[in-house]
């Protein structure tokens, strides 16, 4: 059984002594010292939770001007700290700050270096973003992983876009450049060369499941902006919004300092949560999982499965022989999606109880039918196509990307850099396609797909096939973002089919153009525009 000794903000104690684990407090400031091997020691003030200092190793790494914390800061909270020992698995120290819609959780273990936290939500931030931010000096931490300076603005002479695409060194860099997949982002750091020191932020299958987005969902994770370095853990946001924010408990995630390289975040343990008194939480006994094959999907391609309902989100991946289980999940009626990498392949319903493995098989939907040809693969990725390995990590106009076109991709003697990843109303121009039929091909009705992955101010496919110009498809579910200049691909991964009348297509030479469809041009790469996910002709 634990036993509580509760510290009130307000209460006195000395504030020298650091030695040992505890807490202290001095004027607005609540002090918390981990007793570690290396020293760790994070100041909140009691007014605000704002972190206002973090010392590592006798040496303070928070930005002095503004503080740490949730969202873009709380304002005002209400503060209360105690200290929660148990002689089997140890002291924490726990501050709990609390808001009309909002309680966050900062916890600190005895002997460690990190910063455990939680927040739990009854509605969305009046910013309309969900984040913690960590205001990190940049002179002390100026180097920032897994993805290196294209996210470091510091120094820019000019901008491109808005007030956040920075040219540096001739080179375009943004915050938005430091993204990654949920469900590959586990660990994102900010560090410094000569000793190794790392500041990262650890995240595990619990710190998502809150979030926003699905697996694919990326956001903000570092940006050293020259005043400060700013390590981010984005729980959602309004960037490339595609499902409503869920309330409750977000979380844990974890602030962690380090000399010993880069740590490991989706095994973090964070199964103490559950004797800290955490608004939400639900423990491993309370969960359960759910486990079974994913057929359909060749091995060329990732096999993703996903499951959501309105209060909670997973993922996992299935092994090469299609097997899977998903993490701890808290019980309730789930859809369960599998994608072909990043392409929705089928959907089904999953019931999971708590301490209880469900079994739920799942295939991909099959279709017959004769490819006359296939540009890309259907990924729900623009793989392979020109500026796909670059656009992640710069602007559309940086002087590194290739030609935008118009191109031309000629079937069976083109490669995938002719194909543009992404189609712009206002540069670039039509993208043409030419295939060569024989007769037997060409006979019969036929359709064209196209795949997009995510569309910009209205924009969709307007095509004309040889002598056909089938009508405009509807404006595809607006999403009140930016998406391809500022490295983002992922929306509703809408797909068009054309029907291609007999008599349409002729033997010999076929020319079919694709061009974004939509109301006003707008200016350069913000006109409206579509991301490529695969261009297919079949009957």
């Known amino acids: 059984m634990f036993l509580r000794s509760v510290f009130l903000a307000a209460a006195t ?141 510091g120094g820019s002479s000019s901008t491109v876009e808005g007030s956040d695409v920075f040219v540096v060194n001739g080179q375009t860099r943004s915050k938005f450049y430091s993204s990654e997949r949920f469900i590959d982002d586990y660990v994102q750091c900010v560090y410094r060369d000569n000793d190794a020191i790392h500041a990262c932020m650890l995240m595990n299958s619990y710190s998502y499941e809150g979030s926003s987005g699905g697996p694919f969902f990326r956001d903000i994770n570092t940006n050293n902006a020259g005043d400060s370095t700013n390590l981010y853990f984005y729980m959602n946001s309004g960037h490339v919004q595609t499902e409503s924010w869920r309330t409750g408990l977000h979380g844990p995630y974890a602030l962690q300092f380090s000399r010993s390289g880069i740590p490991t975040g989706k095994s973090m343990d964070t199964t103490f949560f559950s004797e800290l008194g955490i608004n939400g939480y639900v423990a491993a006994s309370g969960r359960g999982t759910v486990t079974g094959t994913a057929t359909g999907i060749s091995g060329s391609f990732q096999r993703v499965l996903h499951w959501y309902n309105a209060n909670a989100q997973y993922w996992t991946y299935a092994d090469s022989n299609g097997a899977f289980t998903s993490p701890p999940m808290k019980p309730g009626t789930y859809t369960q999606v599998l994608y072909q990498t990043e392409y929705k392949v089928a959907s089904s319903s999953v019931t999971v109880t708590a301490g209880r493995a469900t079994t739920a098989n799942i295939a991909a939907t099959t279709e017959s039918k004769t490819s006359l040809f296939k540009i890309g693969e259907w990924d729900g990725q623009p793989t392979g196509f020109r500026n796909a390995d670059k656009f992640l990590r710069m602007h559309p106009s940086d002087s590194r990307m290739a030609s935008w076109g118009p191109l031309t991709y000629t079937v069976g003697s083109s490669s995938l850099n002719d194909v543009p990843m992404a189609i712009f109303k206002s540069i670039g121009g ?89 109301g006003s041009s707008g200016d350069t790469f913000l006109s409206p525009n579509f991301i490529l996910d695969a261009v297919e002709l079949f009957r």
Do not use: W
């Open 430 to 518: 039509p993208f043409t396609i030419k295939f060569t039929l024989s007769a037997a091909q060409a006979s019969g009705a036929a359709t064209l797909r196209v795949g997009t992955t995510l569309s910009f101010a209205g924009a969709r496919p307007g095509v004309t096939i040889n002598s056909l110009t089938p009508a405009t498809p509807a404006a595809p579910t607006k999403i009140d973002s930016r998406g391809v200049t500022r490295g983002a691909y992922r929306g509703f991964g809408e797909v068009y089919n054309f029907a291609v009348p007999a008599g349409t297509l002729v033997s010999g030479s076929n020319t079919i153009t694709i061009s974004a469809a939509s």
């Open 13 to 153: 104690f000395s504030s020298t002594a650091f030695a040992a684990f505890g807490i202290t407090t001095s004027g607005n400031n609540i002090i918390i010292d981990a007793g570690s091997d290396n020293p760790f020691k994070a100041s909140v003030d009691s007014r605000s939770c704002d972190v206002n200092s973090i010392v590592y190793r006798g040496e303070e790494f928070q930005y002095k001007s503004k503080g740490s914390h949730i969202s873009s800061g709380l304002g005002s909270a209400t503060v209360r700290s105690e200290i929660i020992s148990d002689h089997i698995t140890g002291k924490y120290a726990k501050l709990t700050c609390t808001t009309s819609t909002l309680t966050h959780y900062i916890v600190v273990r005895s002997g460690d270096s990190t910063l455990f936290m939680a927040t739990h939500t009854t509605a969305q931030p009046d910013i309309g973003e969900l984040r913690f931010i960590a205001r990190l000096d940049p002179n002390k931490l100026p180097l920032e992983h897994p993805f290196g300076a294209v996210s470091t603005t």
